[in-house]
């Protein structure tokens, strides 16, 4: 009897054991495909003429197809990547794409890429935007875009929310202040990874803008082709290299003025320009193309231009590619501060013309404009440049 028993209960151990493997394995996360297998199962939808190769016109028409999301979204990016750009192959083959997937360093950016997607919030604006604190230019090279927009933003943000609208399709008009009205369809997974960094502490306006303005060049450059030709799709083509002066144009419906400024240009002709721009509470830009620009600025790169002190003759300036900055060591005039307190402090000096700071429990240092080290530079460029 008691063999019996002891029987029955293994029995239900063993029973009560498997089920409680099966409810495991019914929690646990679904097994991810190789890359190698899930490129091989899209690649025909991507290959639009079916001729087994990709070119590049094919991997723009995945970069705004709705039905490309996620980890496929995250694959284009990445391959459109190895596509663009000085040297690089316009076409892929089947098995060049494939041969892709084996690549370990493409993996991890394709797995970075989809984590990062993951982090975009897909609203238009949140509650704090626009915040020039979560500003960060992108891969693109369009700082005379965002730095002018970064300028409107410091004058008056609330003009940036009332530019864009959104529409019962799921895509948004754009009015811009020069009268233009611009439609743009709903964004893709594949067009919010190409444009402004994004993530969840701010919406999508900044990007929405980017392919407001690609479609107006896209506009612009087709008039200029021969028929036939037709223009580009992905803004990463169309908005590399332009000036701040257009947006400013653009923004406002104004004229801009410019001052070029040379050996032969007079500092007192520079100065009186931005006393008057200040006063005036005009948009102000500026492009470092010079040889050797200040420490701290790179030049062929634009900046926008937040204050000018008359009395010190210094300028309080906006870089687009924000303030994403690890500080390696303590905060302190060595090494630079916080991203908060770095926009105080930015703020405090540019108001008071000077500001205090305490680097230390004893040390106690008054700042100046050009002793600021910001928040350091951008983080993700292989060079870093010193701040005075």
Not at 77 to 104: C, N, Y
Request: hydrophobic share 35%; aromatic share 6%; with cysteine.
């Amino acid at each position: 009897m008691r063999t019996i028993k002891t029987l029955a209960m293994l029995v239900l151990l063993l029973a009560l054991g498997s089920g409680a493997a099966l409810a495991q394995k019914k929690n646990d996360p679904p097994k991810q495909v190789p890359l190698n297998q899930f490129i091989d199962k899209h690649f025909a939808h991507w290959d639009r003429n079916h001729d087994d190769v990709l070119d590049i016109a094919e991997v723009d028409r995945s970069v705004e197809d709705h039905n490309v999301f996620g980890r496929e979204a995250a694959v284009i990016f990445r391959i459109r990547e190895r596509m663009t750009g000085k040297g690089k192959p316009s076409h892929l083959s089947h098995q060049q794409v494939l041969a892709l997937a084996q690549d370990r360093a493409f993996e991890k950016a394709v797995d970075a890429t989809a984590k990062q997607l993951g982090t975009i919030d897909r609203e238009l604006f949140l509650a704090s935007d626009p915040d020039l604190s979560t500003f960060h230019q992108g891969r693109l090279g369009d700082c005379y875009l965002l730095c002018t927009v970064g300028a409107q933003v410091h004058r008056n943000p609330k003009a940036i929310r009332e530019m864009i609208h959104p529409v019962v399709t799921g895509g948004f008009q754009v009015a811009f202040g020069n009268g233009q009205k611009i439609p743009i369809s709903r964004l893709t997974d594949t067009e919010l990874l190409l444009g402004a960094q994004l993530d969840s502490h701010h919406g999508s306006w900044l990007v929405v803008l980017e392919k407001a303005y690609a479609n107006i060049r896209e506009r612009q450059r087709a008039k200029k082709k021969k028929p036939g030709n037709g223009p580009t799709i992905v803004p990463e083509d169309t908005l590399n290299g332009g000036y701040p002066g257009e947006i400013i144009s653009l923004l406002t419906g104004q004229q801009p003025a410019n001052l070029d400024v040379k050996k032969m240009t007079r500092r007192d002709q520079v100065h009186n320009m931005l006393v008057d721009r200040m006063r005036k509470r005009r948009l102000v830009c500026i492009s470092a193309v010079v040889a050797k620009p200040p420490p701290g600025m790179i030049t062929d790169h634009c900046y926008a231009i937040f204050g000018y002190d008359g009395k010190e003759r210094k300028v309080t300036i906006f870089n687009p590619w924000g303030n994403q900055f690890t500080l390696k060591g303590p905060p302190g005039l060595a090494n630079g501060y916080p991203q908060e307190k770095s926009f105080a402090l930015t703020l405090q000096v540019h108001d008071n013309g000077k500001g205090i700071v305490w680097s230390g429990s004893l040390e106690v240092a008054e700042l100046k404009r050009d002793q600021i080290r910001s928040a350091g530079p951008d983080c993700s460029r292989q060079r870093r440049w010193r701040f005075p």
